[in-house]
DNA sequence: TATTGTTATACTCTATAACTATA
DNA sequence: TATAGTTATAGAGTATAACAATA
């Protein structure tokens, strides 16, 4: 039995869906990733999370849950995760006791330059399907729908 | 402590970065995916799975892993799955009995159908912040990235 | 009363390795 | 020897509910 050719994945029923675009490449990248990172460990989100520290200098924890998706409880581990690597610094808020206010440490930027460097070389491979103007576009577009997601929970 | 505008996920660090693009608008549809479908409580990958084979008619489970990212091991579970809701037959295949050959059945096209309209609908509040050209142009990159993909693991 | 963060917990997903049957 | 599918299992991810502290 031959493969129908596995690119066609059912024209008919699928091609005006979206989910299952992202879902297979995000799958490919994420395993990826995760094989070319073997060294740091990283929980899923904490990277993801230390990105919104960095640009987001006081954010609390429940601020990263809506920026990211990420479940509050979730949240938990990934920020003590952050902090036991020395990559964040939390303290309360004087404002609102109940909250942390989270900023970024310089060895967590220098983590982060560092997997923002290494992303981008796993990343190549796929983007490589596309010229630099097709990129451009295709980030831009997806930019939009984060936007709405963002925006619909805000 | 307010918010700095959750929408402005660090311009600096991740604006060449794809993973994180994917991995936001896909956590937000599967969960409204998975909210307005408790009555199927479809498992990871059936729906995908299904799509497959109704395409394919023929696949072996070991090109459905390759087609979706499915790790052989759970596949298992996911054509169990399919098989048990009679929405798939199964049988060995002549040429190689060590293979299965799986086709949709007419219940599978329905329930198939009905998935298909719903994810739709579940979209459509993601992707209305595109333009019909807009989301031509998306779907047309993201089919450039799956094929790169698959094509890498063929 | 509502919200932030925490814990406990249960369920699911994913990956690995060892196995069988076929090739 | 290699491949298709299976099983067992361990580890990680995800979600829910109950809770403490604070608003």
Redesign the pocket.
């Given at each position: 039995m031959k493969t129908p050719k596995p690119a066609a994945i059912d024209r008919a029923t699928l091609d005006e869906l979206l989910g299952f675009r992202l879902r297979r490449v995000q799958?490919r990248l994420?395993?990826d990733f995760?094989a070319a990172t073997t060294d740091h460990?990283l929980?899923?989100?904490e990277y993801t999370a230390l990105a919104v520290i960095a640009s987001h200098p006081g954010v609390?924890?429940?601020?990263i849950?809506k920026a990211t998706g990420?479940?509050?409880?979730?949240?938990?581990?990934v920020?003590?995760g952050l902090h036991e690597r020395k990559w964040i610094t939390r303290r309360r808020s004087d404002?609102?006791?109940?909250?942390?206010v989270l900023t970024i440490s310089a060895a967590g930027r220098r983590a982060l330059a560092d997997l923002v460097g290494r992303t981008r070389h796993i990343e190549e491979p796929v983007l490589s399907a596309l010229s630099t103007r097709e990129r451009a576009q295709l980030f831009a577009l997806l930019d939009k729908l984060v936007e709405r997601v963002l925006a619909d929970q805000a």
């Open positions: 799958i994420a395993r995760s460990v929980r899923s989100g609390s924890q429940n601020e849950c990420l479940d509050k409880s979730a949240a938990v581990a920020i003590d404002q609102d006791r109940r909250r942390y």
